[in-house]
């Protein structure tokens, strides 16, 4: 045995282990005829941060991967990092601003030369920061999903995709970033109550007899109107459906139209309708006939007004930023005695989460997934059972976001990231493969192309994650030992937009979901329950933490409270708790070592006699079923509440307390195995502390 210090001091201990374990390959040994298990993280953003977040996702994964490892599996974490195309490009470009020099000053190439100079200097900092808190990935082979090889499989991916018929190019509306300039999914939009107005303009009938009253929280958009309508039962308006309006300020003729999503119970039941720059109106607009070619769209991509295709907007508004252009328009407006009120409201704007500006519906040409073709798959899979989805109460959820799926939008206008393998010769034709040469050879000797400029959204090939880390499209032996996943841990919040697409490329280039069980946990939260937000000041630094506790205190804590997707109301005092728990686990091993007690000599329970001593071993017995019912439910707090109670209460307060003072040569056995079996249940929870007892007391069991 070796004397353990007076205090317990976990920062010597967690550095000296992890160096240990991580050096020694201890994180993938060699099993190559057990039992495969396998999970994937999450990838973190190569720009991030360890935050309270990734701990509890993380903490879950490596509970369960460790307790795999111990059964003795062929255990698999893999681990990686995204390449986080438009938060990169992001960092990089605030960088050279600093330097006083734009992207544009240094070209396409230079610029992707200079993130990748960025990464290998300062990024990835969060793959550090995992390992402080016990994360026992292999990282002997990390990936990056900007490596050639997994580069190549994109590639593959968007080629294979499109010759399918399940990849195409389309003009519709997107989120887009007047900022940054490229479209963004919907993850990237944070919708705020920001105070605003709603302006009701008054639409002279184009016969003279009578006006329609609309009403809009976006003046500035009647520009580029196509229609008015009203809803089909509203009798109201049913003389003048299919007549003409005309416009003020344009003098544009646009048509009454009648459908469903005009309310007549909301202000005077009549809506203008741009479909070019409204959600909603594009799909009122579609309904009416108009092909997106033809919708008007009057702002350029800083969102900057400029002319229409019919060229009526007066000469003196283009040009004008959007806000500028909404109080000149409102001024014309109010001059041609079109404008009937205003009232203050509060408007739910959507906001870029990176950005910070004010987002557009914006008209343009992007490259489309057919999401719903490829849905298909994924939701049998749940619905039959093939992918276990916990807690059951996601499914409802799953089956309505795959059931009502939009196309899925991939492109990017940003210079980081996978740069779209198409090409366009001079009349627009496009040539899709995963080399120039091949598109050169599908187009012909002489015929000049250009690449496309877009890039891949990150979701498009972290899609792709749990078989293109294997190898994938060679058929290596991980990827046909470790496909599918055993379980994908991850929060609610990317159920749609990584989770489920990770299971329809998994079906679509596999042939089967790409993991068994998804389990979904909540958000953490502060002790109060309210969502944490830096604006707030109550983010909680989980580094800081670790710092003051000890990782084992953060891990038990997170794991204590993770129940089945509730969210975590995370109480500072709650880790402190944690880290006199294992304090306590501490001062029980010096008890021991003080009374001769050092590690077992086996694995089975020792003979026992003392009733004290049968009482303490039937006790371990049904902490240990209790321990395996919640392991097999995935319920991570009936773990921690399982091995608490029996080390707290049933052992140090109980079982110490009686044989103090007659620790005879059977009470020294029990009592070794006990701890021990203490050690193995609660290192999957507490690896630091359970791994420096486990040393500490001496050679572990022989038989």
């Known amino acids: 045995m070796t004397e353990l210090a007076k205090t317990f001091e976990p920062g010597p201990i967690e550095a000296k282990w992890y160096a240990h374990w991580e050096g020694e390959g201890l994180f993938r040994p060699e099993r190559p005829d057990a039992e495969p298990f396998t999970i994937v993280m999450p990838p973190p953003n190569v720009t991030g941060s360890l935050h309270i977040g990734h701990a509890l996702d993380n903490t879950l994964q490596d509970v369960l991967v460790r307790i795999a490892r111990m059964q003795g599996k062929d255990s698999l974490w893999v681990v990686g990092m995204d390449h986080a195309g438009i938060a990169t490009q992001m960092v990089v470009e605030r960088q050279l601003d600093s330097e006083q020099v734009k992207r544009t000053d240094l070209g396409r190439e230079a610029f992707v030369e200079r993130v990748w100079q960025w990464k290998a200097e300062s990024g990835g900092q969060i793959t550090k920061q995992l390992r402080r808190l016990g994360a026992s990935c292999d990282w002997a082979n990390e990936r990056f999903t900007m490596d050639p090889g997994f580069s190549a499989a994109v590639t593959k991916v968007f080629v294979e995709l499109y010759r399918r018929g399940l990849l195409y190019r389309d003009k519709r509306l997107v989120n887009w970033d007047p900022r940054f300039q490229t479209a963004i999914s919907d993850l990237e939009v944070e919708t705020k109550d920001t105070p605003g107005k709603f302006w009701t303009l008054r639409y002279p009938i184009e016969d003279g007899s009578g006006f329609v009253e609309v009403a809009t929280t976006r003046p500035e ?19 003048i459906v299919g007549k003409k309006l005309k416009q003020p300020i344009t003098g544009r003729l646009i048509p009454v139209i009648t459908d469903e999503h005009a309310d007549p119970e909301l202000g005077s039941g009549a809506v203008k309708i741009t479909p070019g720059h409204d959600f909603n109106d594009y799909e009122v607009g579609k309904r009416a006939g108009f092909k997106p070619a033809e919708m008007l769209n009057m702002l350029s991509a800083d969102a900057h007004v400029c002319q229409t295709a019919d060229g009526l907007i007066p000469a003196d508004l283009i040009g004008l930023e959007r806000f500028e ?63 276990a989805v916990v807690p059951e109460t996601w499914k409802k959820t799953w089956y309505n976001w795959l059931e009502n799926i939009q196309p899925w939008c991939v492109s990017r206008q ?47 090939s972290s899609a792709l994650w749990p078989f293109a880390t294997l190898g994938w499209p060679e058929q290596t032996h991980d990827l046909k030992r470790h496909y599918p996943n055993d379980v994908l841990i991850s929060g609610f919040d990317i159920l749609f937009f990584w989770d489920a697409r990770m299971a329809m490329q998994g079906f679509e280039f596999m042939g089967e979901a790409p993991w068994k069980t998804l389990y979904l946990h909540g958000l953490v939260r502060d002790a109060t329950g309210a969502k944490m937000s830096k604006s707030k000041g109550n983010t909680v630094d989980p ?39 294992a304090t306590k686990l501490w001062n029980a091993a010096r008890f021991l070592a003080g009374n001769g007690v050092g590690a077992s000599a086996s694995i089975k329970a020792p003979d026992a006699t003392r009733p004290v001593n049968r009482w303490i071993i039937g006790e371990v017995v049904a902490t240990l079923d209790a321990m395996n019912a919640a392991i097999a439910e995935l319920r991570f707090d009936g773990m921690a509440d399982a091995i608490y109670h029996f080390t707290w209460g049933t052992f140090c307060d109980w079982y110490v307390e009686l044989v103090k003072g007659s620790f005879d040569d059977e009470t020294r056995a029990v009592a070794a195995w006990v701890f021990d079996q203490i050690l193995v249940m609660l290192h999957p929870l507490m690896p630091f502390v359970t791994e420096e007892l486990w040393h500490a007391m001496g050679t572990g069991p022989t038989t």
């Open 221 to 239: 958009t009647m520009l580029a109107d196509m229609a008015v309508a009203v809803h089909p039962d509203d009798e109201r308006y049913a003389n």
């Open 543 to 581: 580094l800081g933490l670790i710092d003051r506790f000890g990782a084992d205190a953060l891990r038990f804590t997170l794991a204590a409270m993770e129940s089945q997707g509730r969210d975590i109301k995370l109480d500072e005092k709650r880790v402190e708790g944690y880290r006199n728990f």
């Open 325 to 387: 252009a909404r109080k000149a328009v409102v001024a014309l407006l109010e001059a041609e005695g079109a404008l009937v009120k205003v009232e203050d409201r509060q408007i739910a704007t959507p906001f870029g989460d990176r950005s910070g500006v004010v987002i557009e519906p914006w008209l343009t040409d992007q490259w489309y997934v057919d999401a719903a073709k490829l849905a298909v798959k994924p939701l049998e899979a749940v619905r039959s059972g093939e992918i």
């Open 414 to 460: 940003l210079w980081w990231g996978h740069r779209i393998p198409a090409w366009f010769d001079a009349d627009g034709n496009v040539f899709v493969a995963e080399t120039f040469e091949q598109a050169q050879a599908e187009a012909g000797d002489g015929v000049s192309l250009r690449q496309d400029e877009d890039v891949l959204d990150t979701w498009f």
